[in-house]
T-cell receptor
């Protein structure tokens, strides 16, 4: 079965510090990988996506993620966090073989302290 | 680009009534629309997938007679929660894939609808 694991439920970082949010997946097909961000009471905004090609992908708001097939991971990174980055982050996996339906991780809540 | 709207953003209804939620793709035609449910402090659970002019495909455990989905056009899908009960209270989010993109695998999400059933 397809699954996505975000091992950190909460992460707190200081403003200006670097950030890495972890995502591991188990999938029976070649995956497409996404990171979305959700602010309280809001929908999801796409940060970045990986379909193929360069395994390091750049997204909006200064985020990047690296696809590591050998580790089944797609970790999200940002070199310097801003207070406005505080939100919940979801990793999601999909595949054409599964009708492009997305499986989401449980989410990681990011808190930024000043 | 790729903006998805939902209406209403919040709705409160009495137990036993039906509620309709609209999902629109504002600046693109949607190949497929998806409906998700999100419980507090939890992730999104896919309820159903719908294509314009076709019957929706429901995920296992989702009652299709309770959650009616209509996808009448390339820009509009509706979810009707029939005979709502307090346990149906949740955050409902729709998403859509863009027919105009070379890859149709990116889902663009609406802002969500908070349903409270009293």
């Amino acid at each position: 079965a397809q699954s996505v694991t975000q091992p950190d439920i909460h992460i707190t970082v200081s403003e200006g510090a670097s950030l890495e949010l972890r995502c591991n997946y188990s999938y029976g097909a070649t995956p497409y990988l996404f990171w979305y961000v959700q602010s309280p009471g809001q929908g999801l905004q796409l940060l970045l996506k990986y379909f193929s090609g360069d395994t390091l992908v750049q997204g909006i708001k200064g985020f990047e993620a690296e696809f590591k097939r050998s580790q089944s991971s797609f970790n999200l990174r940002k070199p310097s966090v801003h207070w406005s980055d505080a939100a919940e982050y979801f990793c999601a996996v999909g595949a054409k073989e599964y009708g492009n339906k997305l499986v989401f991780g449980a989410g990681t809540i990011l808190r930024v302290k000043s | 680009g790729a903006v998805v709207s939902q209406h209403p953003s919040r709705v409160i209804c009495k137990s036993g009534t039906s509620v309709k939620i609209e999902c629109r793709s504002l600046d693109f035609q949607a190949t497929t629309m998806f409906w998700y449910r999100q419980f507090p402090k939890q992730s999104l659970m896919l309820m159903a997938t719908s294509n314009e002019g076709s019957k929706a495909t429901y995920e296992q455990g989702v009652e299709k007679d309770k959650f009616l989905i209509n996808h009448a056009s390339l820009t509009l899908s509706t979810l009707t929660v029939t005979s709502a009960h307090p346990e149906d209270s949740s955050f409902y989010i729709c998403s859509a894939t863009n027919r105009g993109e070379s890859s149709t695998d990116t889902q663009y999400f609406g802002p969500g609808t908070r349903l409270t059933v009293l």
